[in-house]
């Protein structure tokens, strides 16, 4: 079967680094709104990287149905590396699609508190922030916590100092979820609609803001 074409069908783009992101932010969103927050509905897209951010900018004129976008969010992992990040964003901030929409925003995970810049990390350091004690069945939550962190650490040490996990969160979360019976073997999405995270903690504060603004 031919590869069907790409076409946007909404004027709000969510534009997400990361299948991970896109599928919280989703799930999130659908949060939200259930607490009677209304959202307008968007279209996802996902970029896969800082790097490819510009790639898609390039590409982005030239999908049917560009023409009607009037607002988009950026959300990306905040990483170790945030300043050079920012960079990459503003260069594309500033080329002739992303010039022209009247509303552009941006949300780096693992996001910020309160008046304060954003913090280094991924969306994984959030996730496990939240993450509710009683997921632990047995009620041993902070030792099975602290054994899936022992765990990544010892596959951390056998990759080598040269081959390191990126985002240790990510599996040191996953670890965690597998070594529930709940939810082992679930999807993010899964695991967010199955009540794995709080998602009413004052840390998604930031975030419902960023969502928020969008009916504005």
Same mark, same amino acid.
């Given at each position: ?9 909404? %004027?709000?783009?969510?534009? !997400?680094?990361?299948? %991970? ?58 990483? /170790? ?74 596959? /951390? ?5 040269? /081959? @390191?996990?990126? /985002? ?40 419902? @803001? !960023? ?6």
């Amino acid at each position: 079967m031919p590869k069907q074409q790409l076409v946007i069908n909404s %004027e709000f783009l969510l534009l !997400c680094e990361r299948r %991970e992101i896109a599928q919280f932010v989703q799930a999130y969103m659908q949060y939200l709104q259930k607490q009677k927050v209304a959202l307008p509905q968007g279209q996802f897209l996902i970029f896969r990287s800082m790097e490819q951010l510009s790639v898609l900018a390039q590409r982005l004129p030239l999908i049917p149905g560009s023409e009607r976008v009037r607002r988009i969010i950026v959300f990306a992992d905040a990483g /170790n590396n945030l300043e050079e990040r920012r960079e990459l964003l503003d260069v594309v901030r500033g080329s002739a699609y992303f010039f022209k929409i009247p509303y552009c925003a941006h949300f780096f995970f693992p996001g910020r508190l309160q008046g304060k810049r954003w913090r280094s990390g991924y969306l994984e350091d959030l996730l496990l922030e939240v993450l509710r004690p009683e997921t632990a069945e047995s009620g041993e939550f902070i030792n099975l916590y602290n054994v899936c962190q022992e765990y990544v650490d010892s596959v /951390n040490n056998c990759r080598g100092q040269q /081959n @390191k996990l990126s /985002n240790r969160s990510r599996h040191v979360l996953y670890a965690y979820l597998a070594a529930t019976e709940k939810y082992a073997g679930a999807s993010l999405v899964e695991a967010v609609t199955a009540g794995a995270f709080a998602l009413e903690a004052e840390r998604f504060a930031c975030l419902r @803001k !960023c969502l928020e603004k969008l009916e504005k």
